[in-house]
C-alpha cells in the first residue's frame, strides 16, 4: 500500500533508558502512548527479558565511555533498521549516544530528568540538555539550575 497525505505513516517512538528507576519511569511514559508504534532499548538484565514491543539490550557499561563507544555501530544500526521519528529517554549513559546519534539522522529528541534529581542535575542530563530537542525537569526549582531549554510539567510518576 502506497503512503498519501491523508493516511501518513504513524509516529514511531524509540524508547531509551538504562534498567532500574530510570526504565520504570519511561514505562510510565511508554503506557500512555502504547498507540504508537515503538521499541526499546535499554541494559540487558533478566528482570525485564520478554518484553512485548521490540526492545534491544546492551551489556551494562556502567560509566566507562569507552565501553559505549565500541557500541556505536550497533546504536547507528538499530536507529537505521527503525527509523523512529521521536527518541525518548530518562537517562542514563545509554542516551548520551543515541541522543547524539538521532541528532545526526534528524530524529526529534526528548530527555526527561530523572525524578531522583531533585536539586542538582545528571551528569546525563547536563550533557543531554545541550542537545536533546526537548528538555523536561520533574522539579520545579530545576528550571534555574538548567536554563531557559528546561521546561516543568509536572512529574511523571
Known amino acids: 500500500m502506497q503512503e498519501n497525505d491523508t493516511n501518513p505513516r504513524p509516529t514511531k517512538i524509540g524508547y531509551i533508558a ?3 528507576g530510570h526504565l520504570t519511569e519511561l514505562d510510565q511514559i511508554r503506557t500512555s ?3 504508537f508504534p515503538s521499541f526499546l532499548v535499554t541494559y540487558d538484565s533478566a528482570k525485564i527479558r520478554g518484553l512485548d514491543e521490540p526492545t534491544y539490550y546492551f551489556p551494562d557499561t556502567g560509566a566507562s565511555p569507552t565501553k559505549l563507544v565500541t557500541r556505536l555501530p ?3 544500526k538499530i536507529l537505521q533498521h527503525e527509523d ?3 527518541l525518548i529517554t530518562t537517562g542514563a549513559e545509554l542516551a ?3 541522543i547524539l546519534i538521532a541528532k545526526l539522522r534528524e530524529i526529534r529528541t526528548i530527555f526527561i530528568e530523572s525524578l531522583c534529581r531533585i536539586d542538582e542535575p545528571s551528569v ?3 550533557i543531554c540538555y545541550h542537545f536533546a ?3 523536561y525537569v520533574q522539579w520545579r526549582n530545576l528550571l534555574d539550575v538548567y536554563g531557559h531549554k528546561a521546561t516543568y510539567r509536572g512529574q511523571v510518576v
Do not use: R
Open 18 to 20: 538504562s534498567a532500574g
Open 33 to 35: 502512548l502504547e498507540s
Open 74 to 76: 550497533n546504536m547507528k
Open 84 to 86: 523512529p521519528d521521536l
Open 96 to 98: 548520551i549516544p543515541f
Open 124 to 126: 546525563t542530563g547536563a
Open 133 to 135: 530537542d526537548e528538555f
